[in-house]
C-alpha cells in the first residue's frame, strides 16, 4: 500500500493479558520500525527489520515483548502480560533502505492498560 | 540521557510571521536530521531533513539550518499559516540511516489568526 497501515487504532487489556499489534509497511520498503510513545513524549525505538530479519533489537525490553516480520504477513509487535507502564501509542514505520533516514509512519496504535 | 532536546515545550506566533523552533543534539555521530510534524491521534509526517555535510536545506515555506560547532538546528517556518499548528518533532540518525531515529520531545507550535 501507499501507506504505513497499523490495526487497531485503539487496544484495551487488563492487566496481565496480551496485546497484539499490526503493521502493514508501505510495499518495497525493507525496514520496519516500532516506537513506543508514552505520555506523548518523546519516542523511544524498540526494535527494526529488514524484511524478515530482526536489524536492531537493541530498544526492546528482555521480558514480554516480542515481534515478528514474516513473509506475506503484516508486522507484528505482541506484548505478553502487559502492566500499566506499557499504556502508549505504539507506532511503526518503514523505509525504502539503509542509508534513507527518513521513515514513514503509521497513525498508531494507543494500548491501554487497566 | 537525552541525545536530542527541544527545550522549548511551546511556542506561539502570529499568523504570516516566522516560526523558528529550535534543537539541540549532543551526539557528534549524528549526520543526518530531520523534522517531523505531528497533528493530534496522527503518526509523524516527515518534513524536511539535513544532512551533517551541509548547513541549509529550503523547502518551500521550510528551511532548517544547521550548525554543527554548535550542535544545534533550527527549522524555519515563513510565513507561519494556521494550518502549521502541530507538534514539531525533530530526529537525528547516525551512520546514514542504519541506526533508528532519536527523537526530542517536540515542541507545540501554535499559529494565532
Known amino acids: 500500500g501507499e501507506e504505513v497501515a497499523q490495526t487497531p487504532k485503539h487496544l484495551v487489556r487488563g492487566e496481565g493479558q496480551k496485546a497484539k499489534l499490526y503493521c502493514a509497511p508501505i510495499?518495497?520498503?525493507?525496514?520496519v520500525f516500532w516506537y513506543q510513545q508514552v505520555l506523548k513524549n518523546e519516542f523511544k525505538f524498540l526494535i527494526s527489520?529488514?524484511?524478515?530479519?530482526?536489524?536492531?533489537e537493541t530498544g526492546m525490553p528482555k521480558e514480554r515483548f516480542s515481534a515478528k516480520c514474516l513473509p506475506n504477513s503484516p508486522c507484528s509487535l505482541e506484548i505478553q502480560a502487559t502492566k500499566l507502564e506499557d499504556s502508549a501509542v505504539y507506532f511503526c514505520?518503514?523505509?525504502?533502505?539503509?542509508?534513507?533516514?527518513?521513515?514513514?509512519f503509521g497513525q498508531g496504535t494507543r494500548l491501554t492498560v487497566v | 540521557d537525552q541525545q536530542v532536546k527541544q527545550n522549548s515545550p511551546s511556542l506561539s506566533v502570529q499568523e504570516g510571521r516566522i516560526s523558528i523552533l529550535n534543537c539541540d543534539y549532543t551526539n557528534s555521530m549524528f549526520d543526518y536530521f530531520l523534522w517531523y510534524k505531528k497533528y493530534p491521534a496522527e503518526g509523524p509526517t516527515f518534513l524536511i531533513s539535513i544532512s551533517s555535510i551541509k548547513d541549509k536545506n529550503e523547502d518551500g515555506r521550510f528551511t532548517v539550518f544547521l550548525n554543527k560547532s554548535a550542535k544545534h538546528l533550527s527549522l524555519h517556518i515563513v510565513p507561519s499559516q494556521p494550518g502549521d499548528s502541530a507538534v514539531y518533532f525533530c530526529a537525528a540518525s547516525g551512520d546514514s540511516g542504519n541506526t533508528p531515529l532519536v527523537f526530542g520531545k517536540g515542541t507545540r507550535l501554535s499559529v494565532i489568526a
Open positions: 514505520a518503514s523505509s525504502l533502505r539503509i542509508g534513507t533516514p527518513q521513515a514513514f
Open positions: 527489520f529488514q524484511n524478515e530479519n530482526v536489524f536492531d
Open positions: 510495499k518495497g520498503h525493507s525496514y
